[in-house]
């Protein structure tokens, strides 16, 4: 398994929907089918329905989860790279998307090497047959910052007041083992 170095052993109980119905019978037979279930009924447009629920139990280790938190973490890494080589060559980066970077150079002077119309000449592989970096064009471009309003730059410094610890029973009472 990739990325499950501390995997949740804990099994989880979900609840999914089985079947709704205005058949009794057939709602029966979905709750008998399945142990523990739940049947419920609720009326729509003066109709009476019957909703059966059945339990499952998960854990972290049985879902995509631990495999999706690597992607999701090496896309991280990815574009604080790219974010850092465009700074690198003067540029000045106005977006972070999930997978892009927006920027803007001065004097509108491009500073990579193109290997064609689009591919910038950063490769994944050593062979240098994948191209890492590809400039999209025709993407809206911003070339000022959006919601700056909203990032905050004040330092948090954490305060701790010093505890006063008040028995609630007296000291000459507190010999005594309860």
Same mark, same amino acid.
């Given at each position: 398994m990739i990325g499950g170095f501390k995997p949740n052993t804990q099994k989880k109980q979900i609840w999914s929907s089985e079947?709704?119905?205005q058949s009794r019978i057939e709602a029966l037979q979905h709750a008998i089918e399945y142990e523990g279930s739940f049947m419920n *009924?609720? /009326?729509s447009g003066n109709k009476l329905f019957f909703h059966v629920l059945k339990p *499952?139990? /998960?854990t972290n280790i049985e879902t995509e989860r631990p495999l999706?938190?690597?992607i999701v973490q090496q896309e991280a890494m990815e574009l604080h790279k790219l974010k850092t080589l465009v700074e690198s060559k003067g540029g000045v980066v106005t977006d972070i998307n999930t997978d892009a970077i927006t920027c803007y150079f001065a004097d509108d002077k491009f500073p990579?090497?193109?290997i064609d119309d689009k591919n910038l000449d950063y490769y994944w592989d050593?062979?240098?047959?994948?191209?890492k970096y590809k400039l999209e064009p025709n993407a809206k471009r911003v070339k000022y910052p959006k919601l700056v309003h909203y990032m905050r730059f004040d330092n948090y410094t954490l305060h701790t007041e010093p505890w006063e610890i008040t028995p609630d029973v007296p000291?000459?009472?507190q010999k005594t083992p309860l």
């Open positions: 079947i709704v119905t *009924s609720f /009326t *499952s139990e /998960t999706y938190d690597q990579f090497d193109l050593e062979l240098k047959t994948v191209p000291a000459s009472v």
